[in-house]
């Protein structure tokens, strides 16, 4: 069974400044996507960024980028130059390339980001 | 457009109640899910629907009925629903049935259903 650990429920970076948000995750398959999903109190979950286990290298998205390691099967979020819309529950998520539906989620960090 | 649209985005309903909850899109996409999310957990997934017809029902009471009358379109029948069903209950959907993966999903906002 796969699973997703979060181990930061709640975290706070000053405006501007740069935070990595954790996830580590478990399984025995090799072909897998990670994601990183976004919730704001508006609730609606937002793709923030997508990795495909089989690229080593790791994915970016303008102030987003992640640290992906597969032996150490970690899945870092890094946010650079915080701004106060950044605020919001940050979610982890494991899916396998399998054609399953069901996302294995890690149980969230809450992330608020300080003027 | 982008956007998975639904409505309504509040609801409070009694327990001899019947309602419904609607989503729509009109990405193309032809698998749409239902998730229910309890305050500060992530989403858990309740029904799929690939190409219209329901594929994955994750062991939901009956209580909640879900409906897909075409492509751009799934419904969420709610009857005799119980104080503990109070949550936020988010639509998705993403292109192909199965390829989620792939692409990720587009989320809708949600509905907010309170039981009393």
């Known amino acids: 069974a796969q699973t997703v650990t979060q181990s930061q429920p709640e975290m706070s970076v000053q405006e501007a400044e740069t935070v990595t948000l954790s996830c580590t995750y478990d399984?025995?398959?090799?072909?897998?996507?990670l994601f990183w999903y976004k919730q704001p109190p508006s609730r609606q979950m937002i793709l923030v960024i997508r990795?495909?286990?089989?690229?080593?290298q790791n994915a970016t998205e303008n102030r987003f980028s992640v640290n992906f390691q597969k032996a150490a099967k970690s899945f870092s979020l890094k946010i650079s130059d915080s701004q106060l819309g950044d605020t919001a529950m940050y979610f982890c998520?494991?899916?396998?390339?399998?054609?399953?539906?069901?996302?294995?989620f890690g149980t969230g960090t809450r992330l608020k980001v300080l003027a | 457009d982008t956007e998975v649209t639904q409505t309504p985005k509040h609801l409070v309903m009694g327990m001899t109640n019947k309602k419904s909850l609607k989503c729509e899109q009109h990405?193309?996409?032809?698998?749409m899910y239902w998730y229910k999310q309890k305050a500060k957990k992530p989403p858990e997934l309740m029904f799929v629907?690939?190409?219209?017809?329901?594929?994955i029902n994750e062991s939901v009471p009956s209580r909640f009925s879900p409906e897909c009358p075409n492509s751009s379109l799934l419904n969420l029948h709610l009857h005799a629903l119980q104080p503990e069903d109070s949550a936020l209950y988010l639509c998705?959907?993403?292109?192909?049935?199965?390829?989620?993966?792939?692409?990720?999903?587009?989320f809708g906002s949600g509905t907010r259903l309170t039981v009393v």
């Open positions: 998705a959907s993403s292109p192909k049935p199965g390829q989620g993966a792939n692409y990720g999903y587009t």
């Open positions: 399984t025995s398959e090799s072909n897998y996507y």
């Open positions: 990795q495909e286990a089989y690229k080593q």
């Open positions: 998520a494991f899916i396998l390339d399998s054609g399953t539906y069901k996302y294995i």
């Open positions: 990405m193309g996409h032809r698998a």
């Open positions: 629907y690939s190409y219209e017809k329901l594929s």
